[in-house]
C-alpha cells in the first residue's frame, strides 16, 4: 500500500526529517488512491491526474531532502 512512501516516510521520521516525511506520506496516499480508482474504473485521465499529483509531491519531497541540514552540535 503506498507504493512503500510510508516506509520511506518512517525512515524519514526515525532520521529527523519530518517535512519530507510528511510529503511522502501525502504521495502514498495519492498511490493508494490511483490503486484503487485502477481497480474499479477505467478513467485514465483521472489515473494520470493522480499519478501527475505524486510525481509533483515527490518532486517537493525531494527539494526538501536537498537543502542543507543544520549539523548538531555537541
Known amino acids: 500500500p503506498g507504493a512503500t ?3 520511506y516516510a518512517d525512515f524519514l521520521t526515525e532520521a529527523g526529517l519530518p517535512e ?3 510529503v511522502f506520506r ?3 496516499a495519492k498511490w493508494s488512491e490511483l ?3 485502477a481497480k474499479t474504473s477505467h478513467d485514465y485521465p ?3 491526474d493522480i499519478v501527475d499529483e505524486c510525481l509533483n509531491l515527490e518532486r517537493h519531497a ?7 541540514r543544520e549539523s548538531a552540535r555537541v
Do not use: F, I
Open 20 to 22: 519530507p516525511a510528511k
Open 5 to 7: 512512501r510510508p516506509l
Open 35 to 37: 490503486a484503487t480508482l
Open 26 to 28: 501525502e504521495s502514498g
Open 46 to 48: 483521472a489515473m494520470a
Open 62 to 68: 525531494v527539494a526538501l531532502l536537498s537543502q542543507p
